[in-house]
């Protein structure tokens, strides 16, 4: 049963790291928030991955926590992808906008306005309560302080694009 759930978090991260990873921003698009906070950002994803992803490799038997974690986690990557996918051209990294995009109605969006977003957060949490219980202290430590920034990160960004759209419409 380890194996198989190794197996499932880390085919589960492998999609989520890749709908995550930072691309080339288009040229039309703006930033949100100032570009030293973006940079933090990209600075800051890929430690709790790394801590999380090497925190498997020490399991030693899989508890019913595990296996919710990893149902929430899988939730959170489903909401990742097909936000991107609805988002289509639309689609920028984590604090950016297209000035001239309109809020998506369809999809995921119909359900939730921030899908990306929510999945990100759904798979910190998850994946932090895992590696908390498994790595050293300050190992968890600094990928927390990283995960709180990156949560805040999109909550403000969030927060943003939503007057961003208000200010658009009226």
């Known amino acids: 049963m380890n194996t198989f759930f190794i197996?499932?978090?880390?085919?589960?991260?492998?999609?989520?790291?890749?709908?995550?990873?930072?691309?080339?921003?288009?040229?039309?698009?703006k930033p949100l928030i100032d570009v030293r906070a973006i940079q933090l950002l990209r600075l800051t994803y890929l430690l709790p991955i790394i801590a999380f992803a090497w925190s498997l490799f020490l399991v030693e038997y899989v508890?019913?926590?595990d296996?919710?974690?990893?149902?929430?986690a899988i939730a959170g990557t489903v909401l990742v992808v097909k936000g991107k996918i609805d988002l289509g051209t639309h689609h920028t990294w984590a604090g950016y906008y297209l000035p001239h995009a309109q809020r998506i109605h369809s999809g995921i969006f119909s359900w939730i306005a921030h899908p990306m977003y929510a999945g990100i957060i759904?798979?910190?949490?998850?994946?932090?309560?895992?590696?908390?219980?498994r790595l050293p202290w300050y190992i968890s430590a600094l990928a927390l302080l990283c995960c709180a920034y990156i949560s805040l990160f999109l909550i403000v960004v969030a927060l943003r694009e939503e007057?961003?759209?208000v200010t658009a419409k009226a």
Do not use: D, H
């Not at 197996?7 to 698009?29: C, H, S, V």
């Not at 296996?67 to 929430?72: F, K, P």
């Open 163 to 165: 007057k961003l759209f």
């Open 7 to 29: 197996l499932a978090q880390l085919l589960n991260l492998g999609i989520f790291t890749a709908f995550i990873l930072a691309r080339k921003e288009k040229p039309e698009a």
């Open 122 to 133: 759904m798979v910190i949490l998850s994946c932090s309560a895992v590696y908390v219980t």
């Open 63 to 65: 508890t019913p926590l």
């Open 67 to 72: 296996w919710v974690c990893l149902l929430i």
